[in-house]
């Protein structure tokens, strides 16, 4: 079955970084479209960026210029850069295949001095 395993959050001050990763099973990944999702506290998941299975990317506005998004296929691996951060990024962090709803357990990122 579809399967992710996130990992890579913690506390953060504010302008510093974190790398997040993603380990993913039980798909064509390579061939799969696949997307970073934040859910801050009371709020409804929000679409981070996605990383095309090309290897473009793309970006929600408020995160560009300061996360990268990235895969390795042959480690069914996606990863998430976040330079810069601000507290707006806390949240629990998902990957997913990019429109889907397949939901991984997140890793909880915080911001905060």
């Known amino acids: 079955q579809v399967e992710f395993v996130e990992s890579g959050g913690g506390l953060v001050q504010p302008g510093g970084s974190l790398r997040l990763s993603c380990a993913a099973s039980?798909?064509?990944?390579?061939?799969?479209?696949m997307s970073w999702v934040r859910q801050a506290p009371e709020k409804p998941r929000d679409w981070v960026a996605t990383?095309?299975?090309?290897?473009?990317?793309i970006y929600a506005n408020e995160v560009k210029g300061r996360f990268t998004i990235s895969r390795d296929n042959a480690k069914n691996m996606v990863y998430l850069q976040m330079n810069n951060l601000k507290s707006e990024a806390t949240g629990v962090y998902y990957c997913n295949i990019a429109g889907k709803s397949y939901w991984g357990q997140g890793t909880q990122v915080t911001v905060s001095s």
């Open positions: 990383v095309y299975s090309g290897g473009n990317a």
């Open positions: 039980g798909f064509a990944f390579s061939t799969s479209d």
